[in-house]
């Protein structure tokens, strides 16, 4: 799929690009975030660390604005690169659950290897909210510096149409269907702290709305 952008357009199930795909078209958007736009900066005591806001009006690839933060961790307060990663980048949607308290049910629709699997996620809005189903692909990557032995873990989200295989759809939730692209990284960092940084573009519907709000990005 050398034509593969990430949007809130899903991806048809058939056509789902591979990991290296991923990496290549979204991790420079991550790393092209850190010229993005500065928004609201907070201060989160248990973690004592500051963390920043920011965006990027859509272009024309883009279906909707994308959107992010960045904050750094030491070792003493995260327990380092390792434990972070454990609660990021293994069961990624399981674990989400533990932050997102709308996040209702989470099921597994299809696991293509360790690395990559289609989930399907109902979260139970507020009225006059409707609720809202979620089916994504999560890949994760995670590389090691030669020189340094530093590691970075990537958990990169993108939505996924799963009407046309009728078997994995009767695993989908059912709902009013929204959709988005995100990108998380996790980088260790030399004092054994990490670096964490997520984007993500999605549609408007009030899931999506709450995420945008910065005080919903510091509460992630």
Known sequence: MSDFYPSITPVKVQNIPSRETLLDVMVPILLESEQWQAGKEFEEPEWKTAIKTFSRHKTAKDGAMWHGRVSEHSEETTGGWEAVWQGIGVNHTLHEKEYYHELE???????FNEHQEIWTVYYHLRPPASNRVFTELIT???STDEATGLR???????PVDISSDPELRQK??????????AIERVKELPDGGVNWRYTFSSTRD????AF????????R
């Open 105 to 111: 049910k989470a099921e597994l629709v299809k696991a």
């Open 140 to 142: 994760t990557h995670v």
């Open 152 to 158: 970075t873990g990537y958990v990169m989200s993108i």
């Open 172 to 181: 989908e939730f059912s709902g009013t269907k929204g959709a988005y692209s």
């Open 206 to 209: 009030p899931h999506i709305d």
């Open 212 to 219: 945008k709000d910065d005080y919903d990005l510091y509460t």
